[in-house]
């Protein structure tokens, strides 16, 4: 008889007799006694597995919406950009403060949304199959006018696509209710803040002050309407400026009332009473037809969630950066258009910030294309109130060379004057928006004479010179009667070759030039009536223009090649320094300084500076010109 015992028995000692069966027995038992432990251990952990999925399972049914919402977005988040992306999808963009022709450099790592790539982005949109609707927060603005009637145009032509346009605004004057007004539906908090109540420029003076500290302002300009010494020599506005002021201010107004009274299809008098009898409350305003209604952001993007193709709690839509890196529809373009992007002052270098026209890279760049056999036109885009006559002389004489090759035409975005004008007029044609601040055909040069301020805080320099006019330009004291004389003839003598210049390439004889340059700023539209501009429109209007001088078919695509002609040397140093407000404040402290004390070696060819605001926007300085 086999005698089993359990594993864990023990054999006596004596019996050793009986030992090598009892170790046997004992091995047997062992054996089957750890198999039923298995078998008992995969029952326990089958039935224990059954019961958690049995558990489990109305959670997982009830994640299993939630899980294909998470992958659908995911899906979404990381689709490929040239992948575009999926159907039913709302362009979302912000657009606000400057709106800068060309990317101010000040972060490397980001996408700044300048002019051309809300334009770009728009204009993509509208065309994209797969996108249902534009969706714009707009924030106060202190762009010009032109950039705004380029915008204003981009939403329009979307528009007749058949797609939703949908602008929200917390904070709105004139600008944001104009930028506004071009989309199909708008919306304001209800507590949103509306300042409609019409257009006005400022200008300072500031002879009183300069007096008071002990500085003498010795300004020559030349032209009658050359106003941009005014602010340092007067106490108040002269009728020329008044007379320039007034025309641009009427400009705006009838631009403002004609552009809303179309779009809301209403009569000039009704514009004109909302804007004279407010303020107004946004009951009223959506009541009367004027705002579509009052929301807050989450409610407008919850009545834009059913009208794209997301899941039903989402609205699907794409962002300014993201969609930017989506390929355009422009396939095999064969003819290529560069486009050169030529902001702020005028210089022969960049200076201290790197920034504005530098003559000097402006000119190795058009060099560059005047050798490239890819591109068939160029379109110079300028938005600069001028500067530096030599910079400006040495740039008009590059473009007329590079015009001998091949077709080159400027657009004109809210400010080409003076300096910015004379760079244009080297073109062979010019287009300009009808508020686009232009002419100002004009010299204006001086000194500061620092001697009272110098006696006031005990500063004193000395002087050894040799030559009748070596003194000219010192600060140290004011001009002698001869001195004046010299420095008058050579005012006079840049003026006269700016005047004839333009003359020249605008086909005009000299008496007709008179009569329109002496300094005056004109809008595009009136520009266009004296012969100083050739078109109305933006950049599309350029780009058909350069295409018919080129010989390129209208309705035959292009590439274009972006050109900056001037940048900062780092866009890492600059992206530090424009981080850095120290810095920032004494790079401009240095400028100021250094344009009260430097020797003047040449004469300015700039337009005055005009504060155009209207209560509730930014105030735009049209001297303040957007820089790379």
């Known amino acids: 008889m086999l ?33 039923r432990e298995r078998e008992l251990g995969n029952l326990v952990r089958s039935r224990a597995t059954t019961e958690v999925e049995q558990e489990a399972k109305p959670q997982q049914e009830e994640a299993k919406g939630l899980d294909e919402r998470t992958r659908n977005m995911m899906k979404a988040s990381v689709r490929p950009p040239w992948k575009g992306v999926p159907p039913g999808t709302a362009l979302c963009m912000s657009i606000g403060d400057a709106v800068p022709e060309s990317s101010g450099g000040s972060n490397p790592f980001k996408k700044e949304a300048t002019l051309p790539r809300i334009t770009m982005n728009i204009k993509k949109a509208a065309s994209d199959p797969t996108i249902c609707g534009l969706y714009l927060k707009i924030t106060p603005l202190s762009c010009g006018y032109g950039k705004l009637q380029e915008l204003r145009r981009a939403i329009e032509e979307f528009r007749l696509c058949g797609k939703f346009t949908v602008a929200y605004f917390e904070l709105g004057g004139l600008k944001e209710y104009l930028l506004a007004s071009a989309c199909e539906e708008i919306y304001v908090p209800p507590g949103a803040y509306f300042s409609l109540t019409g257009v006005v420029i400022e200008n300072s003076f500031l002879r009183g002050v300069l007096e008071r500290i ?75 037809g004027w705002i579509t209604s009052s929301k ?14 997301g899941p039903k709690d989402e609205m699907q839509s794409v962002g300014f950066s993201k969609y930017l890196a989506t390929p355009s529809f422009t396939k095999n373009a064969k003819h290529a258009i560069a486009v050169v992007r030529s902001s702020g002052a005028i210089s022969r270098d960049a200076g201290a910030t790197g920034s504005g026209i530098s003559s000097n890279a402006f000119i190795k760049s058009i060099k560059g294309l005047k050798k490239n056999k890819m591109v068939k036109a160029v379109v110079l885009r300028i938005d600069s109130p001028g500067g530096d006559a030599l ?79 070596a003194e000219l330009n010192t600060s140290s004291r004011a001009f002698k009667d001869f ?83 001037q940048q900062s040397k780092s866009p890492v140093l600059s992206f530090l320094r424009n981080s850095t407000g120290a810095m920032s404040k004494l790079l401009a402290l240095y400028s100021v300084l250094d344009k009260l004390t430097e020797e003047r070696v040449g004469y300015d060819a700039q337009m005055p500076s005009l504060k155009i605001k209207s209560p509730g926007s930014k105030t735009w300085d049209a001297n303040e010109a957007d820089v790379f």
Not at 8 to 24: E, L, S
Not at 557 to 563: D, K, L, T, Y
């Open 391 to 469: 910079a400006s002389d040495l740039m008009w004489n590059e473009i007329r060379e590079l015009a001998k090759v091949k077709p080159v035409v400027a657009s004109m975005v809210d400010v080409a004057a003076s300096g910015g004008y004379y760079m244009s007029m080297a073109c062979d044609k010019i287009v300009a928006e009808s508020l686009t601040l232009t002419g100002s055909i004009g010299v204006v040069t001086g000194k500061f004479n620092l001697e009272e301020l110098n006696e006031k805080v005990g500063f004193n320099s000395e002087r050894v010179s040799k030559g009748k006019y």
């Open 3 to 35: 005698v089993v015992t359990p594993a864990t028995a023990r054999v006596p000692q004596g019996k050793c007799a009986a030992a090598p069966v009892a170790r046997r027995a004992g091995s047997l038992s062992v054996v089957v006694a750890r198999r």
């Open 214 to 288: 002990g500085i003498e302002p010795q300004v020559e300009r030349i032209g009658r309407y050359k106003s941009a010494g005014d602010q340092l020599l007067r106490r108040d506005m002269s009728d020329a400026q008044r007379t320039v002021s007034e025309r641009l201010v009427e400009s705006i107004y009838e631009y403002f009332v004609e552009s809303i009274s179309r779009d809301k299809g209403r009569t000039r008098e009704e514009v004109e009473e909302l804007l004279n009898t407010g303020p107004h409350k946004v009951e009223y305003l959506a009541k009367n």
């Open 296 to 309: 807050y952001m989450n409610e407008i993007e919850e009545l834009i969630r059913p009208r794209t193709g």
């Open 483 to 565: 001195e004046h004389e010299y420095f008058k003839a050579g005012a006079q003598n840049a003026y006269e070759s700016f005047r004839d210049k333009a003359a020249f390439s605008r086909n005009m004889d000299i008496e007709s030039m008179e009569e329109v340059a002496q300094g005056r700023v004109w809008t595009g539209e009136d520009a266009k009536a004296k012969g100083l501009v050739d078109y109305i429109g933006g950049f599309d209007v350029a780009v058909d223009v350069a295409k018919e001088l080129a010989g390129i078919p209208k309705e035959e695509g292009c590439r274009f090649v972006e050109i900056k002609s």
